[in-house]
């Protein structure tokens, strides 16, 4: 139980185009999702923590307008890139969170691998 | 959220105990250690979370201690897929309070 999906898995992109992508929690109803990113050799990064028919919360540093967050369903959520540039490479990853899972647990997805030519 | 202090890497021969310790000296009464994994270019795995007891599932075991300032992950018989980065991750038990991840424990097992 506990899964979460994201597509595409990695997508390679000219500068200037818009990239969707998409989290699904597969086995249960996620309440919460939130979004991360990874440069390579570091962390994982908070980028923005959404609810469930709600405007997402950004973190500080991260441009709402170029990072449009949808949580229209309970079982998916979507990150547009709009206007990618090459400094937009990097890993994304979701997880999510569902009310009737135990004790607060986030479950994560895969990731997706953006490159931004 | 507390922080957490966590050694940069460490070796295990495969089929050994790993021990991942894990400082977190200023945690609060409501806050939880959880301990994730990420193998490389994967998304994080949970593995064990707990309050103050001492945990154990299929994946490993957490042993927290009495005054809760550091916890220990213990994998019991390492093997080669283990080898990932650990993140132990201390976390209010709120429902929209996500994970903030530092820069774990680099396990590398060998054989």
């Not at chain 1, 990695?10 to 996620?30: N, P």
């Not at chain 1, 991260?62 to 090459?86: C, G, M, R, Y």
């Not at chain 2, 250690?33 to 299929?58: A, C, F």
């Not at chain 2, 976390?91 to 097992?109: A, E, H, I, Y």
Request: glycine share 6%; aromatic share 8%.
């Amino acid at each position: 139980g506990a899964v979460v999906s994201q597509h595409p898995s990695w997508v390679i992109c000219k500068s200037g185009t818009s990239v969707k992508i998409e989290c699904r929690s597969l086995d249960f109803q996620a309440t919460t999702m939130f979004w991360y990113r990874q440069f390579p050799k570091q962390s994982l990064m908070l980028m923005a923590t959404s609810n469930e028919g709600s405007k997402a919360t950004y973190e500080q540093g991260v441009e709402k307008d170029k990072f449009l967050i949808n949580h229209a369903s309970l079982t998916l959520s979507t990150l547009t890139v709009t206007s990618a540039h090459p400094e937009d490479s990097s890993f994304y990853i979701c997880s999510a969170r569902g009310a009737e899972l135990s004790t607060d647990t986030q479950y994560f997805g895969p990731g997706t691998r953006l490159t931004v030519l | 959220d507390a922080k957490t202090t966590q050694p940069t890497s460490m070796d295990c021969a495969e089929g050994r105990a790993a021990n991942l310790p894990c400082n977190h000296s200023t945690i609060s009464g409501n806050e939880y250690v959880y301990w994730y994994r990420q193998i490389h270019s994967q998304g994080p795995q949970y593995i064990i979370h707990g309050l103050k007891n001492n945990e154990t599932n299929e994946m490993a075991s957490l042993i927290i201690t009495e005054d809760r300032k550091s916890s220990t992950l213990i994998l019991p018989h390492a093997t080669l897929r283990d080898t990932a980065v650990y993140y132990c991750i201390v976390k209010r038990g709120s429902g929209n309070t996500p994970l903030v991840f530092g820069k774990g424990t680099r396990l590398s097992v060998i054989a």
